[in-house]
């Protein structure tokens, strides 16, 4: 069965969607309590409450927004933003995506472990 965010993905016109769905293979592996929605018209990760958010317009890089990203406990350099509450986190490439991977993976953990102790 297909869910909404594989039919938005099939639907999904940009060259950055490798890039989109490499991200998104690696958020949905970090932790077992992450899922996805759509909200605000583009994929987002969820765990009691949102996580983050892809900008689907970008066509240089693959852009995923962590909603309170300032929030997050823990160092994590590739987070972008000086926002007081929103982070960015940037992937031009899907070698980039396996860069990143293990800091993307330990963003997610320590959102749902954050998000159980609240």
């Given amino acids: 069965m297909?869910?909404?965010?594989?039919?938005w993905m099939a639907k999904y016109e940009n060259p950055?969607?490798?890039?989109?769905?490499a991200v998104r293979q690696v958020v949905l592996k970090a932790d077992?309590?992450?899922?996805?929605?759509?909200?605000?018209?583009?994929?987002?990760?969820?765990?009691?409450?949102?996580?983050a958010s892809f900008n689907p317009r970008a066509k240089a890089h693959a852009s995923l927004m962590f909603h309170t990203g300032a929030k997050i406990a823990g160092?994590?350099?590739?987070?972008?933003?000086g926002e007081a509450v929103a982070r960015y986190m940037r992937f031009t490439s899907v070698?980039?995506?396996k860069t990143?991977?293990?800091?993307?993976?330990r963003i997610v953990k320590?959102?749902?472990?954050q998000r159980d102790a609240a």
């Fill in 95 to 97: 070698a980039e995506v």
């Fill in 110 to 113: 320590a959102w749902c472990d």
């Fill in 32 to 51: 077992k309590r992450i899922a996805e929605t759509i909200k605000w018209q583009s994929p987002t990760f969820v765990y009691k409450g949102n996580l």
């Fill in 100 to 105: 990143k991977a293990g800091e993307l993976k």
């Fill in 75 to 81: 160092d994590f350099p590739s987070l972008e933003g």
């Fill in 2 to 7: 297909v869910n909404e965010v594989d039919a």
């Fill in 16 to 21: 950055m969607k490798p890039v989109v769905e």
